[in-house]
């Protein structure tokens, strides 16, 4: 229903929707069960429903932007969060001094612990919000990446208050203990997740004659780097998406395109039912007697999230443009700063933790502060960026034209790198492409001895889809002289070509170019113009030229 | 050591906008310079070899020619150097400077232009001021020549394909019996608009020490 009444999803998001609807199924539960409804389980959200989100936003993330904006997005995660994390909880604990509020028995150990679950922004929260609003690319990816990589911050500082709070004394070495924990979390992390992502690689290599298993291996393999990484307290989000961008690229071109299709929809519909049981868990647990009410804590929470957010953003902003040259404007700045949404993660974080007098008093406030990001900054996002007139999102298709450019200008950049003597982004992204096509390619493609380029592979998508395009058209069966295909031609005649040839051959040419250019612009036909003059069947000659073009690419 | 003396072209206007090649980077493209020239005042074509990782790059040849073209390096007259100095080096070098600032509307123009026309003779490599369809083949070919399974047809066929692309980028519907002759310079801006080029087609040079393995 949501979908099909256009006017809605321009006003509220998805999510927000998804709440409200939990909201009034909680609600009801309570009305007719006079109890508590039951809370989502931490257990199935962490093992069940939030793999399938990152696994799918992993997988189709864009990975030319998030490396090349990695630098400011680790910033963004790590420093970032870890400036919330302290600035929340220490401007909690100076209000919980003030004796008007009879909040002093929450000591400085728990509010730190609640500021390091709730400063972290929200993956699945950003993404249901995100998608909708279709800002730039780049400001996407920021705002997406660093809500995907402060799992690792988040999981440590977590667990490190957690255990603070049970420990007698702690010294500085448990701190500096704390510090090395997260290197080895969030590295642990990735180290998991590349194993197992070269390892679905490989066993794809041979499925060759069991296709039909062959998205099993993706889900499984992603899934089980996720577990592993869980179960020796690394960061399992970490894990996956390093599990799904490294295992990209080799599965794509091993598995049959059957395959491919299946595993884009089932990774699509897993994640989009997650997303949904997510939300309706978060508004049917609200309603119900876990909370503790103190509004005064629960308002400065709210707003110390946003003050800090803020301000952690400007700061940190400020230094990234000092040192790159494509700089994040205020605009920008203000949507990051805003898109800091918190989610399902902060609530079910927060039931996680141990039994103690005040822990309503910290479920009431989680649930405060989501539903206030989730409803009114989600909501108020998109007339803002309409306002602000933030860059948005370039709805072209890609050309092939655009990517021959950008590869060009790739090895241009790096060839000058080598030149200057300087080791920059240039030079390492070249080098793992090198490192790439010689031993990993040989080892995890199944043909290895066709690696193909990007350029080659779009320029076959785009061709394929121009085939089963015309194909359903009935084109190719036409007779030669249609007059739409004649229309849109543009002829191309090498000069040098024209004084060799007799005009009758030339003439030929040109029939045969008419007849066979299809509609579109951005295809190509490829047959040998210089040999062909009287040929067969045009129809037939066109599906005999996509089909050579397709084996032979 | 050589006594650096900054040539007039890179301080005044000659360039888009004011010097932003400070003496620290100089001082080490002239050391990054000598190595390549082996303590000579010129450096040749040859003297790119030493280089060893360049020469996995595909586009290499382009990018030494590149080096030599006289249209680069600001000089008048057509065709390649047969070698050239530090200050030549320099200029070169400064077309991967990267933006400033405090640049206004115009000079960003410039400055992308400029960017542009460097790309721009590296493709059109007969000097004609147009990229033809052969030209175009033959950076697909190069770009492509990574790749030794690749047969020749494909590269061809998709220099085809892109140069069909350019030209209904540039020219639009054509008639029947138009001929698409090549892309010249304004075509070309056309089909990099949607590429931020200014941001993107820079070289940090930070203060490194040299990489000593060239021999």
């Known amino acids: 229903g949501f979908h099909l009444y256009n006017k809605l999803p321009s006003v509220v998001p998805e999510s927000c929707l998804l709440i409200f609807v939990g909201l009034i199924m909680g609600g009801i539960i309570y009305g007719f069960n006079d109890r508590s409804p039951p809370v989502m389980d931490s257990d199935i959200f962490f093992l069940y429903l939030l793999p399938p989100i990152v696994l799918d936003a992993g997988y189709f993330m864009p990975s030319r932007p998030f490396f090349e904006n990695m630098g400011t997005i680790l910033l963004y995660a790590v420093v970032g969060t870890v400036w919330n994390v302290f600035g929340i909880g220490f401007s909690l604990y100076g209000i919980c001094q003030v004796k008007a509020f009879r909040l002093q028995d929450v000591s400085l150990l728990h509010n730190l612990l609640f500021g390091s679950l709730i400063a972290a922004v929200d993956p699945v929260a950003v993404l249901a919000v995100f998608e909708e609003i279709h800002v730039n690319e780049k400001l ?50 990735v180290l998991v997740g590349l194993t197992f992502g070269l390892t679905a690689a490989f066993t794809t290599r041979f499925t060759k004659d069991i296709r039909v298993i062959e998205p099993l291996f993706v889900f499984l393999y992603s899934y089980l780097s996720y577990l592993t990484a869980e179960m020796f307290h690394l960061s399992g989000i970490v894990a996956i998406i390093a599990c799904a961008m490294g295992m990209k690229r080799y599965v794509e071109a091993n598995i049959s395109l059957k395959s491919h299709t299946t595993v884009k929809y089932f990774m699509k519909m897993w994640s989009s039912v997650s997303d949904t049981l997510i939300f309706i868990f978060l508004g049917v647990s609200t309603i119900g007697e876990n909370h503790e009410w103190n509004w005064p804590y629960i308002c400065f929470t709210v707003i110390f999230c946003l003050v800090w957010r803020a301000l952690g953003v400007l700061v940190l902003t400020f230094f990234v443009n000092r040192f790159h040259v494509n700089s994040i404007t205020g605009k920008d700045q203000f949507i990051i700063a805003y898109g800091g949404l918190r989610g399902a993660i902060c609530f079910s974080l927060v039931f996680l933790l141990p039994d103690f007098h005040r822990k309503k008093l910290f479920i009431a406030a989680t649930t405060v502060v989501i539903l206030f990001t989730v409803f009114i900054q989600g909501m108020t996002i998109r007339p803002l960026v309409d306002l602000l007139a933030v860059k948005r999102k370039r709805e072209s298709a890609p050309t092939v034209g655009e990517q021959i450019h950008i590869r060009f200008l790739d090895h241009l950049l790096a060839g000058i790198e080598d030149i200057s003597g300087h080791w920059g982004q240039y030079y390492w992204k070249d080098k793992l492409e090198y490192f790439n096509s010689k031993y990993l390619q040989k080892m995890l493609l199944r043909e290895y001895d066709q690696p193909k380029s990007s350029i080659v592979l779009l320029y076959e998508k785009l061709e394929r889809k121009h085939a089963i395009e015309l194909a359903e058209a009935g084109q190719l069966g036409h007779a030669p002289h249609h007059p739409a295909l004649l229309n849109n031609r543009a002829v191309i005649t090498d000069k040098r070509l024209e004084d060799t040839l007799n005009p009758d051959v030339l003439d030929n040419m040109q029939e045969i170019l008419a007849r066979n250019l299809y509609r579109t612009r951005r295809t190509g036909p490829a047959y040998n113009r210089h040999t062909l003059p009287g040929d067969s069947e045009p129809a037939e000659h066109a599906k005999e030229i996509l089909i050579l073009r397709h084996r032979g690419l | 050591a050589l006594q650096v003396v900054v040539p007039q072209e890179l301080t005044s206007h000659h360039l888009s906008a004011p010097p932003t090649v400070t003496s620290e980077q100089i001082e080490h493209l002239h050391r990054r310079f000598k190595q390549l020239s082996r303590d000579q005042l010129t450096i040749r074509k040859e003297n790119f070899d030493s280089i060893p990782d360049l020469e996995f790059n595909p586009i290499r040849g382009k990018i030494v020619h590149a080096f030599f073209d006289k249209r680069n390096l600001r000089q008048e007259s057509e065709g390649l150097a047969d070698e050239i100095n530090f200050e030549d080096f320099l200029t070169i070098m400064s077309y991967f400077r990267p933006i400033e600032m405090n640049m206004d509307e115009e000079q960003l123009d410039r400055f992308r232009k400029e960017k542009l026309k460097f790309l721009f003779h590296m493709y059109d490599s007969d000097h004609d001021g147009k990229i033809t369809l052969q030209e175009y083949r033959n950076v697909v070919e190069e770009l492509l020549s990574g790749n030794p399974h690749l047969e020749k047809e494909s590269a061809r066929s998709i220099a085809d394909g892109a140069m069909m692309e350019a030209a209904s980028i540039c020219v639009g519907q054509m008639g029947p019996d138009q001929v698409y002759e090549g892309i010249t310079f304004e075509d070309f801006l056309k089909m990099w608009q949607g590429i931020d080029i200014e941001t993107k087609m820079h070289v940090r040079f930070l203060t490194m020490e040299t990489i000593a393995h060239c021999y």
């Open chain 1, 140 to 189: 996407h990816i920021l705002v997406f990446g660093e809500s995907l990589l402060n799992d690792a911050v988040t999981v440590v500082l977590y667990k490190l208050f957690r255990s603070f709070c049970e420990m007698p004394t702690i010294n500085s070495l448990d701190v500096l203990a704390g510090v090395g924990k997260f290197f080895v979390v969030g590295l642990g992390g």
